[in-house]
């Protein structure tokens, strides 16, 4: 448990009510339901471990719409769905009606009378706050060009289990700043009381209103918030190092453009001796190894990249249980 919280504080979060709220961006939710998102998924991860039951979803069903194509979210949230007794309904945007121009409005009245639940992966962060302003039932952001919510839920319940605590570590991410995965890492880090330095090219920098919230967020946490170009000044003494692709789905024709933007942002051997000798490394996969990171890193001995990926599933788990249960 988040090592800030006295016990009786502990007792407190369990009172904590999310059920029926959306989970659409971190920053929506304070950093005591952040930190009890967490306890709960690691209770959820040692319950499966001891091969306990877990039907706190029985008979629910999650409809799961897909206009990005996906491996971790649809695995992890349809075989979570299954783990909690509950279904998870696979909805490519070829299989629905909002492939061939029903709006959304419609289709979050329609598919909240048959499900308990809507999670979307899509493209983009509006198309995911209409649906959940006009649906009656929970919505869950499974990424979109803007933020990665579940992603990063996912990155904090690794960090704590690798580091055991937030307070005083720092996360360094090298990259595109104004990905969904910078975004939702500069807001969970900032809620839970994490520093965070971003380096990232000129033209590549986070989204501003963003990076405003975390700074606001931050100043309540303990949370330093650093956005630079300088990747070596962005790594020094980092407890975790986080990277991801340069180009991300969608943005193909962009392509050789940023290989050469971000030629000097590799995280590499040479640029991690910069950071703590205990670092752990993580991306979110999928990877492309030779660019935004190299085999000696992503595959050595620093990187926790399939724990993340295995936390995806427990992180999930708490996010279902807490919204529709």
């Not at 009786?8 to 920053?27: N, R, T, W």
């Not at 209770?43 to 799961?64: A, C, D, F, I, T």
């Not at 931050?218 to 980092?238: Q, R």
């Amino acid at each position: 448990m988040f090592e800030a919280y006295k016990l009786s504080e502990i007792s407190e979060m369990k009172k904590i009510q999310l059920k029926g709220k959306d989970f659409l961006q971190l920053s929506d939710f304070s950093t005591e339901e952040i930190l009890y998102m967490l306890d709960v998924a690691q209770e959820l991860k040692v319950l499966q471990k001891q091969g306990k039951p877990q039907p706190h979803l029985s008979g629910r069903v999650l409809g799961m719409i897909f206009e990005k194509s996906s491996t971790r979210t649809r695995v992890s949230f349809e075989v979570g769905m299954l783990q909690l007794g509950g279904h998870g309904i696979f909805l490519s945007s070829k299989d629905i009606q909002l492939g061939r121009g029903e709006s959304i409005s419609d289709t979050a009245k329609v598919l909240s009378r048959y499900v308990d639940g809507i999670m979307i992966r899509t493209f983009s962060h509006d198309s995911v706050e209409e649906l959940a302003e006009h649906a009656t039932v929970p919505v869950i952001n499974g990424l979109t060009d803007l933020q990665h919510p579940a992603q990063v839920l996912a990155d904090l319940l690794t960090i704590l289990e690798h580091k055991g605590k937030f307070a005083g570590l720092k996360l360094c991410y090298i990259g595109d700043g104004n990905n969904n995965m910078a975004h939702s890492l500069m807001e969970g880090a900032a809620k839970v009381g994490m520093d965070i330095s971003i380096a990232s090219p000129t033209g590549y920098l986070p989204n501003g209103k963003i990076t405003e919230k975390a700074i606001k967020a931050g100043k309540l946490t303990g949370s330093a918030v650093m956005i630079t170009n300088d990747p070596l000044e962005a790594i020094k003494d980092a407890d975790v190092i986080v990277t991801d692709v340069w180009t991300s789905m969608g943005q193909e024709e962009e392509s050789s453009l940023r290989l050469k933007a971000f030629q000097a942002y590799q995280v590499n051997k040479e640029l991690c001796k910069y950071a703590k000798s205990d670092f752990i490394f993580m991306h979110c996969l999928p990877a492309h190894r030779g660019e935004e990171v190299t085999e000696e890193i992503i595959d050595g001995p620093h990187s926790v990249v399939f724990d993340e990926a295995e936390n995806r599933l427990h992180a999930q788990k708490a996010i279902l249980k807490l919204l529709l249960a």
